[in-house]
């Protein structure tokens, strides 16, 4: 009869069977200097846009820049925020898989939601963080990040979509915050902004992300800007060139002058061209492609009206000015201040934009009806 093993003897292979399931570690990835200067600039690009939201909002010069990116474990971020501060978290729902966090002080989230909530942000507790004043935070990041993704979408030309972001004001000393569930990450992207808001705000802004997120983005900007291959043009076949003795040098043509007499000079009356549209079989400019990425501003005008000094000053929140244009007519469209078409207003999911249903000729842009 067989010996029987013994409780370490079982163990021993209890562990070798567990520890041979056990599936291989990943290595660990990081981020090299091409990719940090990448994140950097699409930070540089996606962030100014959102400035430009924010200003809108707060009604505030608000300036976000100078990104600095690094990689951050979950230790090193807990000891970066030993005081309690605001995180957004925002995933992406279309064009881009994964999510990102924007970390925030509680002073300058304070002082946002109280813009936001039209106040003047001055003296703002930032312990009176309720409710109302996390929302006003949540959508002041949720417009930001709005725009952001609009940058994302003309960069990478692919449309880019986020969720609604979910507001927490965490505690890094404590636990199940959202810091705290940053760990599935493993390895972590950090992108620290300036943050600049009139003269209420100069402090940082922070966006964390996965550090595979952030390859994703350098991927699509490299994708978006890497040339597209063109195929080859057959080739016409080159006219064989006349075979010249070794010996015999090249002789160059006479150069023929001819001396003409000064023709007669005829005296008519001027003629000019009537003014119209020019032809399409007009010779176009060799040198026109140099205009085509000059940026134009684009306005579309829904109508006009005038008021007298007393009628502004009297203008409060939520009075109504009566345009000279009825309802359903068209709007105007101008391109850096000269009216060149007309259309009508559309809605794009949640976009206003307008359809071009008549391009304004020559004659009428310059007053000649």
């Known amino acids: 009869m067989s ?61 976000i820049t100078t990104p600095i990116v690094s990689e951050v474990t979950i230790d090193a971020l807990r000891e970066r925020y030993p005081t309690p501060h605001v995180a957004l978290r925002v995933g992406y729902t279309e064009g881009l898989k994964g999510e990102n966090v924007l970390v925030l002080t ?43 993704a609009t940058s994302l979408s003309t960069v990478f030309s692919k449309k880019i979509d986020i969720s609604p972001p979910l507001v927490e004001v965490f505690d890094a000393t404590k636990t199940q915050t959202i ?59 080159k006219p064989e060139a006349p075979k010249t003795p070794a010996a015999a040098a090249p002789q ?53 009206t005038k008021r007298s000094v007393r009628e502004v000053l009297e203008l409060s929140q939520g009075s109504i000015i009566e345009l000279d244009k009825l309802a359903g007519e068209p709007v105007d469209i101008y391109v850096n201040q000269q009216r060149i078409a007309r259309g009508e207003v559309v809605v794009i999911e949640e976009n206003f934009g307008v359809r071009v249903t008549e391009i304004i000729q020559p004659h009428e842009r310059i007053g000649i009806v």
């Open 106 to 148: 509680r002073e300058d989230a304070a002082i946002i939601s109280d813009l936001m909530l039209g106040g003047n942000g001055i003296d703002v507790d930032p312990e009176g963080l309720d409710e109302i004043r996390l929302s006003a935070v949540q959508e002041a990041m949720n417009q930001m990040m709005g725009a952001a």
């Open 179 to 237: 810091i705290d569930r940053l760990e599935l990450w493993e390895t972590m992207v950090l992108i620290e902004f300036n943050l600049k808001v009139g003269t209420l705000i100069d402090s940082k802004i922070v966006q964390i992300a996965p550090i595979q997120f952030g390859k994703q983005l350098v991927n699509e900007l490299m994708t978006a800007t890497s040339p597209q291959p063109v195929a080859p043009a057959a080739a016409a076949p």
């Open 3 to 63: 010996e029987m093993l013994s409780q370490d003897e079982i163990d021993a292979l209890l562990r070798g069977t567990s520890e041979s399931s056990k599936p291989e570690a990943k290595p660990e990835e990081h981020l090299d200097s091409m990719e940090s200067d990448a994140l950097g600039e699409i930070g540089n690009i996606s962030f100014g846009n959102s400035a430009t939201a924010l200003s809108t909002l707060l009604q505030q010069k608000v300036e």
């Open 252 to 304: 160059q043509q006479p150069v023929r002058q001819e001396v003409k007499s000064a023709p007669e000079v005829a005296v008519s009356q001027a003629e000019f061209m009537p003014l119209h549209a020019p032809s399409t079989n007009d010779s176009i400019p060799a040198n026109l492609g140099l205009l085509y990425d000059v940026p134009l501003s684009v306005t579309v005008e829904l109508g006009r």
